[in-house]
């Protein structure tokens, strides 16, 4: 059941025909991707809240297309009512997002899966767009972007190790993830750990610095 109160970044929504047909008649500029999306019964990702964006009414979200021949990717914004919204899932985790692995990442990827047991890891980006379409949305250039959702302070610490360790060999980016839906590049938490410098924080409402310790605070000892 979709809980419009429940939304984090990342998460994936389904919509209602009603919602592809109000979105088709709000945006005719897009109507041969939103038409191919509607027939293939695609998600589509949940975003930032944007300037104007009635939120108690309107969930703000997106796409992502492959990359053209000069290798730029078309990413496609806008919002619908939340009654527009069929259902919503988190973000595809490790196994969901198998399908879409090119043939080089996947004896590392199959060493994140066994090491990551425990560990709630999910797939956004690029590779998630690739498992969810079949549509060649990862480049050789890409990263597989990684969130953590760590719950308690072990989790976290034993997730950091796993995503910045060489044992899997694969080109990883992403997020952690706090129970409140605050997010912090994994990267820059660990490059900030020795500083204690505060570290920037994506929510679904707004972008903003604070201090590590406060994420922390949220995460069981």
């Not at 549509?135 to 989790?155: A, E, H």
Request: net charge neutral.
């Amino acid at each position: 059941m979709f809980k419009p109160h429940d939304l984090r970044r990342h998460d994936l929504l389904w919509l209602t025909p009603a919602g592809w047909q109000a979105t088709l008649d709000g945006h005719p500029e897009h109507q041969p991707v939103f038409d191919y999306w509607r027939r293939e019964e695609w998600p589509v990702v949940v975003r930032r809240h944007e300037a104007g964006a009635d939120t108690t009414r309107e969930v703000c979200i997106g796409l992502s297309l492959p990359p053209d021949a000069n290798g730029r990717k078309q990413r496609i914004g806008w919002r619908v009512a939340h009654a527009h919204v069929e259902r919503g899932s988190a973000p595809l985790s490790l196994k969901a997002a198998r399908p879409g692995l090119p043939a080089p990442w996947r004896p590392g990827y199959s060493t994140l899966q066994e090491l990551g047991v425990g560990l709630d890891l999910r797939v956004y980006g690029s590779l998630a767009w690739q498992a969810l379409t079949s549509l060649p949305s990862v480049t050789p250039g890409s990263d597989i972007d990684i969130l953590f959702r760590p719950v308690s302070r072990n989790q976290l610490q034993a997730g950091l190790a796993l995503l910045s360790g060489l044992d899997h060999g694969l080109p990883l980016d992403g997020e952690i993830m706090f129970p409140n839906g605050d997010a912090v590049s994994w990267k820059e938490w660990l490059g900030a750990g020795a500083s204690q410098a505060r570290v920037l924080v994506k929510t679904i409402a707004e972008v903003r610095l604070a201090d590590p310790a406060d994420l922390l605070a949220m995460l069981k000892p």
